[in-house]
């Protein structure tokens, strides 16, 4: 069973609306992704938060935002929703930055599912 | 730009065929490569490969990187039904984070 929590898992919203999507890293990560993952597509990186601050971004316009809490969980808020942000939404954490520095792969959380109609 | 590319796209076989997924990249100061299955939403971690030549190994699965040219594949033999997910391999670049860059994934299906 993943360590990484999402909520909620299905969310349907109209568009022009806001939405927030949390998630809860694995207990001794202190670093969250987030991914989108559009039907039939690999995921796309959107931003990492390192101890609670922004540690790089995808191209994804500035209507996606993130926060991190001392927790180390983590949310992202999507404002004036569009037909195409609907897609799962992956979070995924990890114990490092740099995977290739011997941090193993990431924690990924089941998603949630958001249908922007 | 960076991109990682899957073959094939998707693949139907019979329990206890052998398969080779494909995955080719060009990343920019490449870090490792990953390859995770997803079944229905979270991706579960199969391997990281970080040198060349270097055979990876987990049950029928196994996993090899060519930095040279720059591919990896993935063998899973014996196939059971239970194999049938989406193999998606991805690759940790040269940015400050460990931003990964993702291919389409294949979608394989173990038929009975």
């Known amino acids: 069973e993943t360590g990484v929590t999402q909520s909620p898992t299905h969310l349907i919203k109209t568009r022009g609306q806001q939405v927030t999507l949390r998630c809860s890293s694995q207990?001794?990560?202190?670093?969250v992704s987030w991914y989108q993952q559009a039907l039939g597509q690999g995921p796309q990186f959107i931003f990492q938060?390192?101890?609670?601050?922004?540690?790089g971004r995808g191209n994804f316009p500035p209507r996606f935002s993130g926060l991190q809490f001392p927790n180390y969980s983590s949310e992202l808020n999507v404002n004036a929703l569009e037909l195409d942000d609907s897609a799962l939404y992956l979070c995924?954490?990890?114990?490092?930055?740099?995977?290739?520095?011997?941090?193993?792969?990431?924690?990924f959380g089941s998603g949630t599912r958001l249908t922007v109609v | 730009e960076d991109k990682v590319v899957q073959s094939p796209l998707s693949l139907v076989v019979h329990e206890g065929d052998t398969v080779t997924l494909n995955c080719s990249y060009e990343?920019?100061?490449?870090?490792?490569l990953l390859w995770y299955k997803q079944e229905k939403k979270a991706p579960t971690f199969l391997f990281m490969l970080?040198?060349?030549?270097i055979e990876k190994k987990s049950g029928r699965l196994s996993s090899i990187l060519d930095k040279k040219e720059l591919f990896s594949i993935l063998n899973i033999t014996a196939t059971q039904t239970g194999d049938s997910a989406i193999y998606l391999c991805?690759?940790?670049?040269?940015?400050?984070?460990?931003?990964?860059?993702f291919g389409q994934g294949t979608t394989l299906q173990v038929k009975p």
């Open positions: 995924a954490s990890s114990s490092t930055r740099y995977l290739g520095t011997g941090g193993g792969g990431y924690t």
């Open positions: 207990s001794g990560h202190n670093t």
């Open positions: 938060y390192y101890r609670e601050e922004e540690n």
């Open positions: 990343v920019t100061n490449f870090r490792s």
């Open positions: 970080t040198s060349s030549g």
């Open positions: 991805a690759v940790e670049g040269s940015s400050n984070t460990g931003k990964l860059i």
